[in-house]
């Protein structure tokens, strides 16, 4: 008997629904310079593009077996158009400036739908989804002395997100759209892209959304030239991103027929950044080095992440203690009424968080085929304000208690401050250095060598971090047993290198390669259930061979 979930090997994965991506891009780009006279510029630029997609995902994580896939149909796109035309002075007086306004609409088309096989399914049909975005712009350099400049920069932004003639379908066992948990005979004998089709299910509702925000953001900042190789720089910049209409979602309630309209937009993100730094060329330019201290203060950081916004009666399969189906005597799964959350991959607004640290970056060629480059960091970045929000990092399991009990919003031992933990994938320090040497063959071409490695501290993959709750949240779970479901990332190194062959007229390559050589386990995402750790991982040790040509 094959076993249903994954084994031991980390990159092993139950994946039920083929994936599938088709994708295909055309855009178009122009620049046009006109010089008014000796002191002033005109610049104008134009950008086109045509994105056209259809795509088949798993989606349920390889561990359900219902098969839970999205699909995105033809039909799914964007286009956009974008404009700038900027006004400039020449570079030799003592003020050098830039003014301007730019642009930018985008309209994106979705039609596709999430199918649960056993359960509710979801077809969006969005014909009009809008970003309109506008922005006057300007940026001065003024020179107070030979050594010392000044800059001053403003702009102003607008942006507008619309969803006009949206519409999302339902389709669900209590309807009688979906065929239910006890035909999957029925579902089997179905045409394969039977739920394609939007005429088939039983209601829909429309999700028209829209959200306009205006920021105004400056920029201050002196550098002065110690010397003809040296100089030393501060600034201080506002930046902002603009808020989001986000999703809606109207679900119905199957024992009621009530309906509850759930929406998940978002606030705008401003941020306010200082930095101090220094810029030093050395040995006739051959060594260039680089260092910055910053400290970066956000308001409502855009938070994106998979949680419960809400919840609904649903009819669904009794489940025992252990999450096993009950079954009745004919050995057919118990359905009943059960209080279920609505999952929904939504943005949250941070309330506050600070990100500061030092970098350091050098670039040499010690000889004329050779070079090095590489950077340190360090880093803090963490929650700075009051956070208070419901702990939603596997519940069940660290306090012990129901799947009700867990998506209770006002269940108070739930009730957490996020307020000092670190922000999610960054590492305290990091470092990475690359080594290349090129040999020249003469008549023979050239041979490219590359040397890399790369290292990154220990970090958290979520904003939870489990490991600092474990004293002050009242979890059930011993602080042993945390380590195998905990966000935290230990450090990690990362080898790779490559030896490259071209010929004297560079037209075509032939490169051999490895990436990962000591074959480091590096988790980008990880998630966990009822104490089952999910994840997605970087690629293991590979290698091969590559070779292209240019014409």
Same mark, same amino acid.
């Given at each position: 008997?094959?076993?249903?979930?994954?084994?031991?090997?980390?990159y092993?994965?139950?994946?039920?629904v083929?994936?599938?991506l088709?994708?295909?891009?055309?855009?178009?780009?122009?620049t046009f310079?006109?010089?008014?006279?000796?002191q002033?510029?005109?610049?104008?630029?134009?950008?086109? %593009?045509?994105?056209?997609?259809?795509?088949? /995902?798993?989606?349920?994580v390889?561990?359900d077996p219902?098969?839970?896939?999205?699909?995105?149909?033809d039909?799914?796109?964007?286009e956009?158009?974008?404009t700038?035309?900027?006004? /400039?002075?020449?570079?030799y007086?003592?003020?050098?400036?830039?003014?301007?306004?730019?642009?930018?609409?985008?309209k994106?088309?979705?039609?596709?739908?999430?199918?649960?096989?056993?359960d =509710?399914?979801?077809f !969006?049909?969005?014909?009009?989804?809008?970003?309109?975005a506008f922005a006057l712009?300007?940026?001065?350099?003024y020179?107070?002395?030979?050594?010392?400049?000044?800059?001053f920069?403003?702009?102003f932004?607008d942006?507008?997100k619309?969803d006009?003639g949206?519409?999302?379908?339902?389709?669900?066992?209590?309807?009688?759209?979906?065929?239910?948990?006890?035909?999957r005979?029925?579902? +089997?004998n179905?045409?394969?892209d039977y739920y394609?089709?939007p005429a088939?299910?039983?209601?829909?509702f429309?999700n028209d959304?829209?959200?306009? !925000?205006q920021h105004?953001?400056?920029?201050?900042g002196?550098?002065?030239d110690? #010397?003809?190789q040296?100089?030393?720089?501060?600034?201080?910049a506002s930046?902002?991103?603009a808020?989001g209409i986000?999703?809606?979602?109207?679900v119905? +309630?199957d024992?009621?027929?009530?309906?509850?309209r759930?929406?998940?937009?978002f606030?705008p993100? &401003?941020?306010?950044?200082?930095e101090?730094?220094?810029?030093?060329s050395?040995?006739?330019?051959s060594?260039?080095l680089?260092?910055?201290?910053?400290y970066t203060?956000?308001?409502?950081?855009?938070?994106?992440?998979?949680g419960?916004?809400?919840?609904? &009666?649903r009819l669904?399969?009794?489940e =025992?203690d252990?999450?096993?189906?009950?079954l009745d005597?004919?050995?057919?799964?118990?359905?009943?009424?059960?209080?279920q959350?609505?999952?929904?991959?939504?943005?949250q607004?941070?309330?506050?968080?600070t990100?500061?640290?030092?970098?350091?970056?050098?670039?040499?060629?010690?000889?004329p085929?050779?070079?090095i480059?590489?950077?340190?960091?360090?880093?803090d970045a963490?929650i700075?304000?009051d956070?208070?929000?419901?702990?939603?990092?596997?519940?069940?399991?660290?306090?012990?208690i129901?799947? &009700? %009990?867990?998506i209770d919003?006002?269940n108070?031992?739930?009730?957490?401050n996020?307020?000092?933990?670190?922000?999610?994938?960054?590492?305290k320090?990091?470092a990475n250095?690359s080594?290349t040497h090129t040999? +020249?063959?003469?008549?023979?071409g050239f041979?490219?060598?590359?040397?890399?490695?790369?290292?990154?501290?220990? #970090?958290?993959?979520?904003?939870?971090?489990?490991d600092?709750?474990?004293?002050?949240?009242?979890f059930?779970v011993?602080?042993?047993?945390?380590?195998?479901?905990d966000d935290s990332?230990?450090a990690?190194?990362?080898?790779n290198?490559?030896?490259k062959? &071209?010929?004297?007229?560079?037209n075509?390559?032939?490169?051999v390669?490895?990436?990962?050589?000591? =074959?480091?386990?590096? /988790?980008?995402?990880n998630?966990?259930?009822?104490?089952?750790?999910?994840?997605?991982f970087?690629?293991?040790?590979?290698y091969?061979?590559?070779?292209?040509?240019?014409?």
């Amino acid at each position: 008997m094959p076993n249903f979930l994954p084994s031991d090997n980390t990159y092993q994965a139950v994946v039920n629904v083929p994936g599938e991506l088709n994708l295909d891009i055309t855009y178009l780009r122009n620049t046009f310079n006109y010089d008014i006279n000796d002191q002033y510029s005109l610049v104008w630029l134009l950008g086109y %593009e045509n994105m056209e997609r259809s795509s088949a /995902q798993d989606s349920e994580v390889g561990l359900d077996p219902w098969d839970g896939a999205t699909y995105f149909l033809d039909g799914t796109g964007a286009e956009s158009f974008s404009t700038e035309v900027q006004l /400039q002075s020449d570079e030799y007086g003592d003020f050098i400036w830039i003014v301007g306004a730019n642009y930018f609409h985008e309209k994106t088309t979705t039609l596709g739908y999430y199918d649960n096989p056993m359960d =509710d399914k979801a077809f !969006w049909d969005q014909p009009d989804r809008s970003t309109d975005a506008f922005a006057l712009f300007g940026q001065g350099t003024y020179k107070l002395t030979d050594k010392l400049h000044a800059t001053f920069g403003y702009r102003f932004s607008d942006e507008t997100k619309q969803d006009k003639g949206g519409r999302t379908y339902r389709c669900s066992n209590a309807d009688g759209c979906a065929v239910g948990w006890l035909n999957r005979t029925d579902l +089997n004998n179905l045409p394969a892209d039977y739920y394609e089709d939007p005429a088939i299910y039983a209601s829909y509702f429309a999700n028209d959304n829209k959200g306009s !925000w205006q920021h105004h953001d400056f920029r201050v900042g002196l550098d002065y030239d110690v #010397s003809a190789q040296t100089m030393i720089y501060t600034y201080l910049a506002s930046g902002f991103k603009a808020g989001g209409i986000g999703d809606v979602y109207e679900v119905v +309630n199957d024992r009621t027929g009530d309906v509850t309209r759930f929406e998940t937009k978002f606030n705008p993100e &401003e941020v306010l950044t200082w930095e101090l730094g220094a810029k030093s060329s050395f040995f006739d330019n051959s060594l260039n080095l680089k260092a910055a201290f910053f400290y970066t203060d956000y308001t409502d950081m855009q938070y994106a992440s998979v949680g419960s916004i809400g919840n609904v &009666e649903r009819l669904s399969v009794v489940e =025992d203690d252990n999450g096993t189906p009950v079954l009745d005597e004919n050995g057919e799964p118990v359905l009943d009424f059960q209080n279920q959350p609505v999952i929904a991959y939504y943005t949250q607004n941070v309330p506050g968080s600070t990100i500061k640290g030092l970098e350091f970056e050098f670039d040499w060629k010690p000889y004329p085929n050779g070079r090095i480059t590489g950077y340190i960091t360090w880093t803090d970045a963490k929650i700075t304000e009051d956070w208070n929000t419901k702990w939603d990092y596997d519940s069940e399991y660290l306090f012990d208690i129901s799947y &009700e %009990e867990s998506i209770d919003p006002e269940n108070t031992l739930l009730a957490t401050n996020l307020k000092g933990n670190n922000l999610a994938m960054t590492p305290k320090y990091t470092a990475n250095i690359s080594y290349t040497h090129t040999f +020249n063959l003469g008549e023979y071409g050239f041979i490219h060598s590359w040397l890399n490695a790369s290292w990154k501290d220990d #970090s958290y993959s979520t904003v939870w971090n489990v490991d600092k709750h474990l004293d002050d949240m009242d979890f059930s779970v011993s602080d042993e047993a945390t380590q195998y479901i905990d966000d935290s990332r230990d450090a990690f190194a990362v080898y790779n290198a490559s030896i490259k062959y &071209e010929p004297q007229g560079q037209n075509w390559y032939a490169e051999v390669f490895v990436n990962n050589a000591s =074959d480091e386990t590096i /988790q980008y995402w990880n998630n966990t259930s009822k104490g089952v750790p999910k994840g997605s991982f970087g690629m293991p040790r590979y290698y091969g061979v590559r070779a292209g040509f240019s014409f």
